[in-house]
């Protein structure tokens, strides 16, 4: 109720920037509580704000959330594409933060594809991107991921998973983006 609140005070002033970060954190919210319909046109709100006052990072990680909406709702395709266009254009701008949110979703995407050996390893490029830079893993980003990590892991023997994960982890932030993107 706060942030609505807070979003209506901000739609009063006009401030689009604001806008587009509450309308973004109204995104997380819905999908903390498993409203994901509602997630989305929120998230799709606000990358179109973030556009409309040039904030090209945010947008990014506006089309990472929506990518984790489409993998949740079972559209692989759709979720690849928007974490795709999200990796290139933050490693394009050199914003590491969101990079790992984005792994960790086209991760996701190569499990539902059947692909446990490359999620194994994307998850692990995640996961160094994350410590290499000092990014903490969200609490909300790991509670949406960790159910697709431990449905995965379950499909490999223990030392084929921490073989791929060491392969991933062990790549560089430029290898592991070519190595998504492939």
Same mark, same amino acid.
């Given at each position: 109720?706060?942030?609505?609140?807070?979003?209506?005070?901000?739609?009063? $002033?006009?401030?689009?920037?604001?806008?587009?970060?509450?309308?973004?954190?109204?995104?997380?919210? $819905?999908?903390?509580?498993?409203?994901? *319909? #509602?997630? *989305? @046109?929120?998230?799709?709100?606000?990358? *179109?704000?973030?556009?409309?006052?040039?904030?090209?990072?945010? @947008?990014?990680? $506006?089309?990472? =959330?929506?990518?984790?909406?489409?993998? /949740?709702?079972? +559209? !692989?395709?759709?979720?690849? *594409?928007?974490?795709?266009?999200?990796? #290139?254009?933050?490693?394009? #701008? @050199? =914003?590491? !933060?969101?990079?790992?949110?984005?792994? +960790?979703?086209?991760?996701?995407?190569?499990?539902? =594809?059947?692909?446990?050996?490359?999620?194994?390893?994307?998850?692990?490029?995640?996961?160094?991107? =994350?410590?290499?830079?000092?990014? !903490?893993?969200? !609490?909300?980003?790991?509670?949406?991921?960790?159910?697709?990590?431990?449905?995965?892991? /379950?499909?490999?023997?223990?030392?084929?998973?921490?073989?791929?994960?060491?392969?991933?982890? /062990?790549?560089?932030?430029?290898?592991?983006? /070519?190595?998504?993107?492939?």
């Amino acid at each position: 109720a706060m942030q609505e609140e807070c979003l209506t005070l901000a739609r009063e $002033a006009g401030d689009v920037q604001i806008i587009a970060v509450l309308t973004y954190n109204l995104g997380l919210t $819905a999908v903390m509580t498993g409203e994901y *319909e #509602r997630a *989305e @046109a929120v998230y799709e709100e606000a990358q *179109e704000l973030f556009w409309e006052v040039g904030d090209r990072d945010l @947008a990014a990680l $506006a089309n990472n =959330r929506l990518g984790f909406l489409a993998l /949740s709702r079972d +559209d !692989p395709d759709r979720a690849e *594409e928007l974490c795709a266009g999200a990796i #290139r254009e933050l490693h394009e #701008r @050199a =914003r590491i !933060p969101g990079l790992d949110f984005a792994l +960790d979703v086209l991760a996701g995407v190569a499990a539902a =594809r059947g692909e446990i050996r490359r999620a194994a390893r994307l998850w692990g490029a995640a996961a160094a991107t =994350r410590e290499v830079n000092n990014i !903490p893993w969200l !609490p909300e980003e790991r509670e949406m991921i960790e159910l697709y990590i431990d449905a995965a892991r /379950s499909l490999l023997d223990e030392a084929t998973w921490h073989e791929e994960r060491e392969k991933g982890r /062990s790549m560089t932030l430029d290898q592991a983006v /070519s190595y998504a993107l492939e």
